[in-house]
């Protein structure tokens, strides 16, 4: 029986969306992985782990490996939820978003503010304080003073400023201290069980996946940007269209549509973007042929030849390279004025 | 049959990395955590290499 039948047989009533069946098992899957390495770590007979350096072996990798899936989980995964609820029921809403953030050291309620209030409504602009800081000719900080300085020390000074000036809502403040109770409360199990392994196999791994997995990608994914303009209406992000990328990632790789059309489904991107591909070429859009685990490595890069940012502001996925040009002149010189950017996708 | 091979390929593509997460870290079980930690980081550099 296929996804679809089920949801609209059995389950007819759980699910907003078929494929939001993914979401929900790539957040169970993450408990399950979190729940083997507590395990083992209780159990080290089991996992050949005998002396202190097995134990750092078996933490460097697990801690790495749980970070980088709790970074996709909250920043990628429970991100498509604070725009699109998967299920149809408000309750299973608030409690599966509770869920689903903890185990990524995040309360639902303070991730969605910030993405949703801070990010979307103003990306680029200058009160958007979850991107990197920029300099004086528009660019942005080094990705490394944003992964070690951004999460969690700008966050916690930010959140705190808005919490207590009421952006977001009237009783913003009010529902942040409840929901971090909340958070709280299930955050610290387990520390209950072991303090040790609570900072090896639970904070660690929360500083790599909010640090360093979305951290660099909240980097490349509007490196090089402005805010929209009529001139330049999708130069906000940079669209990415490895296949691999997308496949892994939710298509959170098509992030152009993504924040223009927020409320497009992540599996009807693909498709989205097509339909939108002329209007890509025709305003200038970055659009690069690979994922973001490139695009940081390649903006990380330090090398004598000049700067990683600008060797990837300066990339363009082939397509996307000469059209730009051409069509523009061939519309200037057709209609005998400027092209008139930023009309809505039909 | 198709249909659910494809839709089986979508699940698992889709959870990829978590299901490869609980891959290595049960598999210390079986080779230890050293190797562990060198599949960790040779998958890293397979997917920043791709994706």
Same mark, same amino acid.
């Given at each position: 029986?296929?996804?679809?039948?089920?949801?609209?047989?059995?389950k007819?009533?759980?699910?907003?969306?078929?494929?939001?069946?993914?979401c929900?098992?790539?957040?169970?899957?993450?408990?399950?992985?979190?729940g083997?390495?507590?395990?083992?770590?209780?159990?080290?007979?089991?996992?050949?782990?005998?002396?202190?350096?097995?134990?750092?072996?078996?933490?460097?990798?697990?801690?790495?490996?749980?970070?980088?899936?709790?970074?996709?989980?909250?920043?990628?995964?429970f $991100?498509n939820?604070?725009?699109?609820?998967?299920?149809?029921?408000?309750?299973?809403n608030?409690?599966?978003?509770?869920?689903?953030?903890?185990?990524?050291?995040w309360?639902s309620?303070?991730?969605?503010?910030?993405?949703?209030v801070?990010?979307?409504?103003?990306?680029?602009?200058?009160n958007d304080?979850?991107?990197?800081?920029?300099k004086?000719d528009?660019?942005?900080?080094?990705?490394?003073s944003?992964?070690?300085?951004?999460w969690?020390?700008?966050?916690?000074?930010?959140? @705190?400023?808005?919490?207590t000036?009421?952006r977001?809502?009237?009783?913003?403040g009010?529902t942040?201290?409840?929901?971090?109770?909340i958070?709280?409360?299930?955050?610290?199990?387990p520390?209950?069980?072991?303090?040790?392994?609570?900072?090896?196999?639970?904070?660690l791994?929360?500083?790599?996946?909010?640090?360093?997995?979305?951290?660099s990608?909240?980097?490349v994914?509007h490196a090089?940007?402005?805010?929209?303009?009529?001139?330049?209406?999708?130069?906000h992000?940079?669209?990415?269209?490895s296949k691999?990328?997308?496949?892994?990632?939710?298509?959170?790789?098509?992030?152009?549509? $993504?924040?223009? @059309?927020?409320?497009v489904?992540?599996?009807?991107?693909?498709?989205?973007?097509?339909?939108?591909?002329?209007?890509?070429?025709?305003?200038?859009? $970055?659009?690069?042929p690979y994922?973001? @685990?490139?695009?940081?490595?390649i903006?990380?890069?330090?090398?004598k030849?000049?700067?990683?940012?600008?060797?990837?502001?300066?990339?363009?996925?082939?397509?996307?390279a000469?059209?730009?040009?051409a069509?523009?002149?061939?519309r200037?010189?057709?209609?005998?004025g400027s092209?008139?950017?930023?009309a809505?996708?039909? | 049959?198709?249909?659910?091979?494809?839709?089986?390929?979508?699940?698992?593509?889709?959870?990829?990395?978590?299901?490869?997460?609980?891959?290595?870290?049960?598999?210390?079980?079986?080779?230890?955590?050293w190797?562990?930690?060198?599949?960790? #980081?040779?998958?890293?550099?397979v #997917?920043?290499?791709?994706?």
């Amino acid at each position: 029986m296929s996804q679809a039948s089920t949801y609209k047989m059995g389950k007819k009533r759980l699910l907003a969306h078929p494929q939001d069946i993914h979401c929900i098992a790539y957040h169970i899957f993450c408990l399950i992985a979190y729940g083997c390495a507590f395990w083992l770590w209780l159990n080290p007979e089991l996992a050949k782990i005998e002396t202190v350096w097995d134990r750092v072996a078996f933490v460097g990798g697990a801690a790495y490996m749980l970070g980088w899936i709790s970074g996709v989980d909250v920043g990628v995964n429970f $991100h498509n939820h604070t725009h699109r609820r998967v299920f149809r029921s408000k309750n299973w809403n608030k409690w599966f978003g509770r869920i689903w953030t903890f185990s990524g050291g995040w309360p639902s309620f303070f991730w969605n503010h910030s993405h949703v209030v801070v990010h979307h409504a103003n990306v680029m602009r200058d009160n958007d304080w979850t991107l990197p800081k920029k300099k004086a000719d528009g660019s942005f900080e080094s990705i490394y003073s944003y992964v070690f300085f951004h999460w969690p020390w700008r966050y916690a000074v930010h959140l @705190y400023q808005d919490f207590t000036s009421g952006r977001g809502g009237r009783h913003v403040g009010r529902t942040a201290l409840k929901e971090f109770a909340i958070f709280l409360a299930m955050w610290s199990v387990p520390f209950f069980i072991d303090w040790k392994m609570a900072l090896c196999l639970w904070v660690l791994p929360q500083w790599i996946g909010n640090a360093v997995t979305m951290g660099s990608g909240m980097y490349v994914q509007h490196a090089g940007g402005m805010p929209k303009s009529k001139d330049r209406p999708m130069s906000h992000s940079t669209t990415y269209l490895s296949k691999f990328f997308n496949l892994t990632m939710f298509n959170i790789g098509y992030h152009i549509e $993504h924040h223009d @059309y927020p409320h497009v489904h992540w599996s009807e991107l693909p498709a989205f973007h097509e339909k939108m591909k002329p209007k890509l070429i025709e305003s200038g859009a $970055h659009v690069v042929p690979y994922g973001y @685990y490139k695009a940081a490595a390649i903006v990380a890069q330090i090398s004598k030849q000049g700067s990683g940012y600008e060797k990837f502001v300066n990339d363009q996925a082939p397509g996307f390279a000469e059209e730009p040009v051409a069509r523009t002149d061939e519309r200037l010189a057709r209609e005998g004025g400027s092209v008139e950017a930023g009309a809505s996708l039909s | 049959m198709r249909a659910m091979i494809t839709q089986t390929g979508w699940f698992v593509g889709r959870s990829l990395l978590p299901i490869s997460a609980i891959v290595i870290i049960l598999g210390t079980m079986l080779w230890g955590p050293w190797i562990s930690l060198l599949l960790t #980081v040779v998958w890293w550099k397979v #997917v920043t290499k791709i994706g």
